[in-house]
């Protein structure tokens, strides 16, 4: 499969989750999982976005830094100007928060809900030099989308 079909199958079963969503948790954790089982990123994970602070939330990978501040960081950095942020290189961007020194490139995708309002960041990170490009960068933006309504249900 090729990326575009694997980013279209993780989609699809991702918008089927969307669906019979219940529990933040369970709907994020299983998105992860999702991408996880089509791609070998070395990590992927949501940190919610709380209080003015990002707080590790569902990922497949190794043990991850638990909270991270607006002040620097690539996660920070999508925060703050609502907008994905691609990494070619982690070691050349400055503040970067390195959870595990075997990443070498990283995207971050803001997660919105229905209002417009930030509620997380999908945070993938590869162990491979400029891992993701404008095709990641789409079709994460279209996955991240699908999410904005399990954020203005009640279980959160
Ligand atoms: N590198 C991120 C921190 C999170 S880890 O990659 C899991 C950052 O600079 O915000």
Redesign the pocket.
């Known amino acids: 499969m090729n990326k575009q079909e694997s980013y279209k199958w993780a989609s699809k079963r991702i918008r089927a989750q969307v669906q019979r969503h219940v529990d933040i948790v369970a709907t994020c954790a299983n998105t992860t999982a999702i991408l996880k089982e089509y791609f070998e990123f070395f ?1 992927v ?1 949501f ?1 919610f976005y709380r209080n003015e602070h ?1 707080i ?1 939330g569902p ?1 497949q ?1 190794p043990p ?2 638990v909270k ?1 501040t607006l002040d ?7 925060v703050k100007e609502r907008k994905t942020i691609l ?1 070619p290189n ?1 070691h050349d ?1 400055p ?6 020194e075997r ?1 070498n490139s ?1 995207i ?1 995708i803001p997660t919105f809900d229905s209002n417009g309002q930030i509620r997380a ?1 999908l ?1 993938i ?1 590869s162990i491979h030099f400029d891992s993701f490009d404008d095709t990641d960068q789409n079709y994460l933006e279209q996955i991240s989308g699908q999410l904005a309504s399990i954020w203005n249900c009640a279980s959160e």
């Not at 620097?72 to 999508?78: I, L, P, Y």
């Not at 503040?95 to 595990?100: E, F, M, W, Y």
């Open positions: 990590w994970g940190y990002l590790l990922f990978g991850a830094c991270l620097k960081g690539v996660c920070a950095q999508a990494v982690v961007f503040g970067h928060v390195a959870c595990d990443s990283e971050v960041v945070d990170d």
